[in-house]
């Protein structure tokens, strides 16, 4: 049973860079066919997908969000991590990672097997 789950502050200053890590268990980031998605959503919104992480290390990222994003993994861990940098009030949300066994680039709950239970981060000063 794969589990994921999320760490980090709770809290970042605006124009700081927010980041953030997904833990997972019970699978593994680089031999699973799959990929492993960070996706958020800001209060009120719908879910947002900001980007993936293949398990050959390839990445992929949201156009809107590309310039700002950088996510990564460190196989020792079997994590991986969501860098994202110059931060707004507006990046306020709550933050999930979740494992996909398609790249499908969208917020729809149903395209993801396994979520974490997410984190929420507030942008504030």
């Known amino acids: 049973h794969v589990q994921l789950q999320e760490s980090g502050p709770g809290q970042v200053k605006p124009s700081q860079t927010l980041s953030l890590t997904c833990t997972v268990s019970?699978?593994?980031?680089?031999?699973?066919?799959?990929?492993w998605n960070w996706i958020r959503q800001p209060p009120g919104k719908g879910l947002e997908w900001m980007g993936a992480?293949?398990?050959?290390?390839?990445?992929y990222y949201s156009p809107s969000l590309k310039r700002r994003t950088s996510i990564s993994r460190d196989t020792s861990k079997n994590q991986f991590t969501l860098q994202l940098s110059s931060v707004t009030p507006e990046d306020t949300a709550v933050y999930y990672c979740?494992?996909?066994?398609?790249?499908?680039?969208?917020?729809?709950?149903?395209?993801?097997?396994?979520w974490g239970q997410g984190t929420h981060v507030a942008v504030s000063s």
């Open positions: 019970g699978g593994s980031i680089t031999s699973d066919y799959a990929y």
């Open positions: 992480i293949f398990n050959s290390g390839s990445v």
């Open positions: 979740a494992r996909s066994n398609a790249l499908l680039m969208t917020g729809w709950v149903r395209d993801y097997c396994y």
